[in-house]
């Protein structure tokens, strides 16, 4: 069993790192593309289809789409997203931030559960559980934004992103200094 741990928290790890250089890249994308509405509508885009795409793999390399209820929702949810973005695009920005408030909420609260539910097993899961709290009230203050008057642009969503980047950062991380402590006890 303890082998079976070592192997999945040194998954955690990678994947938590892969998680935080994407969402560093998108953000630098966001900032260089951000008057370009064709490369703008491509990072809006691939940002929700990357996070089903990723919560996937985490399934499945975490026992599957079943044994991860959580993610499995999570991927379903930013799938739909993905789509809806594309939807949303030919409306408005308004539509777009609405959409990807909409999804940071349900997408939050799903992190947090998939977080609370390692944290027995993996540990060092309470930045993921604090990005997804933080995620569902970033949701709110997005679908806020989206009935305001100030048109919404990508850098209305490149904070959030930016904060995502910063906890997956950190749980690798901390994933890393705890198999470093664990190996020399």
Do not use: C, E, K
Request: charged letters at 10%; a positive charge; hydrophobic letters at 55%.
């Amino acid at each position: 069993m303890q082998s079976h741990l070592s192997t999945q928290s040194a998954w955690l790890r990678s994947y938590y790192l892969g998680r935080a250089i994407f969402s560093i890249a998108w953000v630098a994308a966001a900032v260089l593309f951000s008057r370009q509405a064709g490369a703008a509508a491509f990072l809006l885009v691939i940002y929700p289809a990357w996070d089903a795409v990723a919560n996937l793999a985490d399934a499945r390399v975490n026992g599957g789409l079943i044994a991860n209820p959580s993610q499995t929702l999570n991927v379903a949810v930013s799938a739909i997203t993905t789509v809806a973005v594309i939807v949303a695009i030919g409306h408005s920005s308004y539509a777009v931030l609405a959409v990807f408030g909409v999804w940071a909420i349900l997408a939050g609260v799903l992190q947090l559960v998939t977080g609370a539910r390692r944290w027995r097993d993996y540990g060092a899961q309470w930045a993921m559980i604090l990005s997804g709290a933080q995620s569902a009230l970033a949701g709110g203050y997005m679908i806020s934004r989206s009935i305001g008057t100030a048109a919404p642009t990508i850098l209305d969503v490149a904070p959030y992103a930016g904060f995502g980047a910063f906890y997956f950062m950190l749980s690798a991380i901390w994933l890393v200094a705890r198999a470093q402590r664990s190996a020399r006890a």
